[in-house]
Each structure stands twice: as structure tokens, then as C-alpha cells.
């Protein structure tokens, strides 16, 4: 009799923890890790790898944001415009990569958009200031320089600026290995079916700490006493297991990958402690800039170079989930060296700068970046341009 109530406890356990799993599976699918994007919105582009399909509009939904991601006629986010700039409008180009183009937040909250408001609230409409954004997630400044030549310029800028973030040196590096060159050594194209840098893939940025992959999680054991086959199983099979040991992992501090090798293909090679990488990382971005300011100088249009800091370069608690993925130090301030070695290299060639790191450090404002994602958040794309139109201000560029 003792033995058959056991038995039925047994089962009766089994069931209920069974009937619970299913719920949470169901929970964390749908409640929780939200992943959706509705829609095509990206195409392979001959010249520039590729590139968002024009007209086209897509919703996307992850557990830090639900934004709708609509382009003009020219591929670009943002409201409609012309290649003809109506009479007494003052038009500024932003080239730049996911943060131009305000991966995350509503388009009439990215940075660009609001230095076009804070620059109408100071000129008052004399000149109107036009703003477009060719921020494209995945750029940097080879396909920058590309977008620029080809298409940018048609639009007869009186100001373009370039948006500087650090995953143009690893993505400049991957881009350069498959570009097309002319006889002078100048770019021409990248081609779609070369290999695609991190940033790109699904235009989505990096992938939230909240869904690591297989390799990922098996880096680290957070369950010692299980045997790792009952683990890989449930971690290879439930997303709830994947979703539950991620967030213990997350309050212990414990990383959710490797430290990344400091190797060129790595985002963070450049604010890492060891510099001998520098040089070869600024080989492309140096050329690229300084083939976009020629090009520009040519037509007599003014050029900035404006550049912003990730989080971990702010203080030590911004993208602290984020950083896990990235076996990147929790707490930690890392070096900010490429922005003094940026400064050095615009004032050799006489562009103006616009350094954004002391703004986002001296902002009273915290939480600027989304925690697991990393791209800027409402706050920070409000930092960013109010950077921007105090720097412009100063320069006297908008006359």
C-alpha cells in the first residue's frame, strides 16, 4: 500500500511538473522572449552589400522594443523627400550605421531626426534645416563612402556628417577583404555574396542576452551536478530552460560566452588593452574618410565626422546584461583611445570633429542603451543629438 502511494505520487508529480513545463514553454515563447519581424525590408545591393528595399515598412518586436521600421522611395528611414532641395532649405546628410539609423526606437526619436528638430528650434526656420537619415544597419564607413558616391550626393547636401561608431574598424576590416577595387586602389563595390559582418544579419544587431545560442550556453555550466547530455538535451529542445538558466546566469554576473580573443574580426578588439591591432584597424577607415572628404571638398560641400561611444566606454553599468554575451567585464570602463586617435587623424586632414564620449559621460541621465541589445535607447539618442547641435552651434557651419 505504501509502495502504490508512492508510485501515485510519482505520477501525480510527474503530471503536474509536466503540465507546468508545457504552461512555461508556452509563456516564455509568447510572453516573454518576443522576436518578431513582419515583413521583407532588406535586399542584396550590387554595390553596397545590401541594403533596406524601398517602400518598404516592417514591424519589429524583441523583448526590449515594438517599433515600425518605414522607408521612403529612396531606401532610406525616414519621411518622404526629393533628389530637388526645395528653396530656403538648409539639407544635412547623416551617413552612419544601426545607431544613425535608430535601430529600436520610433524613427521621430532617432538622434538624426531630432537634430533636425533642434536645429529648426534654433534657426526658426531660417534656413529650415531637412535632415536625411542614410543610416543603414551594417554600414561602416567603406559602404558609407560607396553610398555617398553613388547616391548620397544626389540629394545636393549643404552638410554631410558622418556617424563614427567602433564597429566600423571590424567591419570596415571584413568589408575591405571583399571589395572591389579599381586600378587605383579605390573602392568600388562590395558584393552581396561576400561574407556577411555581424551587425548585418537580419538587420537586427546583436542578439539579445536573453537568447543565446547552443554554443553559448555550453561554454558555461551553470549546473555542475547534471550531466551534461540532460542539459544539452533540454537546452537543444526547451526554450524555457535556455530563457530560466540565462537569468540565473545574469544575476550571478556569471559571462555567457568566452572573453573574445582580440583578434581584428572582433567588435572590441579596439577598446581592449592590447593596441597592437590599432594600426590595421584604422588603415580602412582612415582611407574611406578621407576618399568621402575629397570627394565632398570636390563639390564644395562641408564635412563632419561625429562619433559616439558604446556603453562600455560610458560607465560601468551601461549594457550590463549585454556585455555577458560579448565575455566582456561587467563594471568595467574600457579604453576610449580610437576617439583621441580620431581627433589626431580629422585634425590632420582638417575635418571637424564632434567627440560625443563627454556628453554621454557627463549626462546626468543613466540607462542610455538598451541593457541586452546595446544600441541607444530613447535616452541616449536624445544625448547624442543634443550633442550634435551644440557642437554644429559652435562651429558656425549653418549660416
Not at 14 to 37: A, C, D, M
Request: charged residues 20%.
Amino acid at each position: 500500500m505504501k509502495l502504490k502511494q508512492i508510485f501515485l505520487g510519482l505520477i501525480i508529480s510527474f503530471v503536474t511538473f509536466s503540465v507546468l513545463f508545457v504552461l512555461g514553454e508556452f509563456w516564455v515563447r509568447n510572453f516573454v522572449l518576443i522576436n518578431r519581424t513582419t515583413g521583407v525590408c532588406e535586399e542584396p545591393d550590387p554595390i553596397l552589400k545590401a541594403r533596406p528595399i524601398a517602400d518598404s515598412t516592417c514591424f519589429s518586436q524583441t523583448p526590449e522594443w515594438k517599433v515600425i521600421n518605414s522607408h521612403n522611395s529612396f531606401g532610406l528611414r525616414g519621411p518622404e523627400t526629393t533628389l530637388e532641395k526645395p528653396e530656403g532649405v538648409y539639407r544635412v546628410l547623416f551617413l552612419g550605421d544601426s545607431f544613425a539609423y535608430g535601430f529600436g526606437v520610433e524613427e521621430a526619436n532617432s538622434f538624426p531626426r531630432l537634430v533636425e528638430k533642434g536645429l529648426n528650434e534654433v534657426f526658426n526656420g531660417q534656413p529650415r534645416i531637412e535632415v536625411i537619415n542614410a543610416g543603414i544597419p551594417g554600414f561602416s564607413s567603406i559602404l558609407e563612402y560607396l553610398y555617398l558616391k553613388n547616391e548620397g550626393f544626389k540629394f545636393n547636401p549643404d552638410l554631410v556628417i558622418l556617424e563614427f561608431d567602433l564597429t566600423d574598424f571590424s567591419n570596415d576590416f571584413t568589408y575591405t577583404a571583399d571589395a572591389v577595387f579599381d586600378g587605383s586602389g579605390i573602392p568600388i563595390a562590395v558584393p552581396p555574396e561576400s561574407s556577411i559582418a555581424a551587425e548585418t544579419v537580419a538587420v537586427a544587431g546583436p542578439r539579445p542576452a536573453s537568447q543565446p545560442d547552443a554554443q553559448t550556453m555550453q561554454k558555461h555550466q551553470l549546473l555542475p551536478f547534471v550531466p551534461s547530455n540532460i542539459k544539452k538535451f533540454f537546452h537543444d529542445h526547451s526554450i524555457l530552460y535556455r530563457w530560466v538558466s540565462t537569468q540565473f546566469k545574469v544575476m550571478l554576473g556569471q559571462p555567457l560566452a568566452d572573453s573574445e580573443v582580440e583578434s581584428i574580426g572582433s567588435f572590441y578588439t579596439i577598446v581592449k588593452e592590447d593596441t597592437s591591432n590599432d594600426e590595421v584597424l584604422w588603415q580602412a577607415p582612415r582611407k574611406n574618410i578621407a576618399l568621402m572628404n575629397d570627394f565632398l571638398a570636390e563639390k564644395g560641400i562641408p564635412f563632419v565626422v561625429s562619433a559616439h561611444p558604446q556603453g562600455i566606454l560610458v560607465d560601468g553599468e551601461e549594457w550590463s546584461n549585454g556585455r555577458l554575451l560579448h565575455g566582456l567585464e561587467q563594471h568595467k570602463i574600457y579604453s576610449d583611445r580610437y576617439f583621441s586617435q580620431m581627433g589626431d587623424f580629422l585634425k590632420s586632414k582638417s575635418i571637424p570633429f564632434i567627440n560625443l564620449l563627454p556628453y554621454f559621460r557627463q549626462s546626468g541621465v543613466r540607462g542610455m542603451f538598451f541593457p541586452f541589445d546595446g544600441h541607444f535607447n530613447e535616452n541616449g539618442h536624445k544625448v547624442a543629438a543634443e550633442g550634435i547641435v551644440a557642437e554644429l552651434l559652435k562651429m558656425e557651419i549653418i549660416k
